[in-house]
Nanobody
Framework: VQLQASGGGLVQAGDSLRLSCAVSGGTFSSYSVGWFRQAPGKEREFVSAISRSGGSTDFADSVKGRFTISSDSAKGTVYLQLTDLRSEDTAIYYC????????????????????WGRGTQVTVSS
């Protein structure tokens, strides 16, 4: 399975971005997808995840109400919509996929994900 994250950029505080994670080489409906981010000098942290059907989602407290996650099975792509961006959202954002035997499951622990994409940089200027 290969993942390709895109959509990052340099924006101002309060702006929005949409990140995309294209999943290929596997059966899209078999995988939950998580988004993680890593800021300079900080540990990687969980941002959001979506179950393999797209019916269940989860968010870190720091982004609840500002970020949304969705999936398009026809395109094999998961989207992370970032709104009301803050300087503390500045980080490299990574998407990862985890094979799930059941629907409505996901994981917030990065170590549980086997497949990772290269990150996309999000920089928010205040």
């Amino acid at each position: 399975v290969q993942l390709q994250a895109s959509g990052g950029g340099l924006v101002q505080a309060g702006d929005s971005l949409r990140l995309s994670c294209a999943v290929s080489g596997g059966t899209f409906s078999s995988y939950s997808v998580g988004w993680f981010r890593q800021a300079p000098g900080k540990e990687r942290e969980f941002v959001s995840a979506i179950s393999r059907s797209g019916g269940s989602t989860d968010f870190a407290d720091s982004v609840k109400g500002r970020f949304t996650i969705s999936s398009d099975s026809a395109k094999g792509t998961v989207y992370l919509q970032l709104t009301d961006l803050r300087s503390e959202d500045t980080a490299i954002y990574y998407c990862a996929a985890r094979e799930e035997p059941y629907d409505n499951t996901w994981c917030a622990a990065g170590g549980e994900y086997r497949h990772w994409g290269r990150g996309t940089q999000v920089t928010v200027s205040s």
